[in-house]
């Protein structure tokens, strides 16, 4: 008697991660962008368009005057000599108008913008204290986790925590955050520092206090950005450990936080657009 076939299997279809766009998609769209903005139709568009920006620079007097040469027809006229001064880079005082009120914007904001800077995150991974790399170190706190935050669906944090030998100092160190999924270019990086006397029963920082943007290590979603919040470190040592270390384990990582970022360098904002 042969083998009974069954009748009752059907296909199915498993649910996989969504994703906005992989880097094949990215490097098509620029190609495409590249080879418009290169066509003759569209640089003559753009040789059409006025250069309403001047850069601005201060007289004795601290009156702000045109340094720009700018023809009859509204266009910048280039110059040969280096332009790599500071009163190009951003609007300082006395440049006109001295301020930006969209990388820095002041007075008080609604609640919808407080509800969109609201920054959650969690993290879990394998954390190592090892003894100072310098004198003026008494041991450092290296964490790895994975884990997820409000921007980000999956993603890998690391952070390093100095405390100093004299007993008086703060509690010092900082930490990045990184995008598994690298087209949207998102780094957020951030400086830490806390009391001395912010520690667990084991001796071991676990209350950051002073959490800050660190604009050189930022990227994507978080450039040009600033940072207040607190971050809480619950810490499960175990029995082994390399012959360096002091302690190692598993530690698990929470940051509560406000994030203020213009949204202006983020390339997946873009991918509903067709070039």
């Not at 954390?127 to 964490?143: D, E, K, R």
């Not at 040592?237 to 190692?248: D, E, F, L, M, N």
């Amino acid at each position: 008697m042969g083998r009974r076939i069954a009748r009752n299997r059907k296909p199915t279809v498993e649910m996989m991660e969504h994703r906005e766009l992989l880097s094949l998609v990215t490097d098509i769209m620029a190609g495409n962008y590249n080879a418009m903005v290169n066509s003759p139709k569209v640089r003559a568009l753009l040789d059409g368009v006025s250069n309403p920006g001047t850069t601005q620079a201060a007289s004795a007097s601290g009156q702000v005057t045109t340094s720009a040469t700018v023809t009859s027809k509204g266009r910048l006229t280039p110059t040969s000599q280096s332009i790599a001064l500071p009163k190009n880079q951003g609007f300082l005082p006395p440049a006109s108008p001295g301020y930006n009120l969209l990388l820095q914007p002041t007075g008080t904001a609604t609640s919808a913008e407080v509800k969109r800077q609201l920054f959650k995150a969690v993290y879990r991974g394998p954390y190592i204290i090892t003894p100072g790399a310098f004198s003026s170190q008494a041991m450092l706190v290296n964490i790895r986790g994975a884990g997820t935050n409000t921007t980000m669906l999956h993603s890998d944090i690391q952070m390093r925590l100095a405390v100093a030998t004299d007993p008086t100092l703060e509690t010092t160190g900082a930490a990045a955050i990184f995008d598994r999924n690298i087209n949207s270019n998102s780094v957020l990086g951030l400086d830490l520092a806390t009391p001395r006397t912010n520690v667990d029963s084991g001796g071991r920082p676990n209350q950051i206090t002073g959490v800050t943007l660190d604009v050189n290590s930022s990227a994507g979603v978080y450039d040009e950005a600033f940072a207040q919040g607190v971050i809480d470190i619950h810490y499960y040592p175990t029995g082994k450990k390399i012959r360096s270390a002091v302690q190692q384990g598993t530690a698990v990582i929470k940051i509560y936080g406000q994030i203020y970022a213009p949204n202006v360098d983020f390339i997946l904002r873009n991918s509903d657009i067709n070039p």
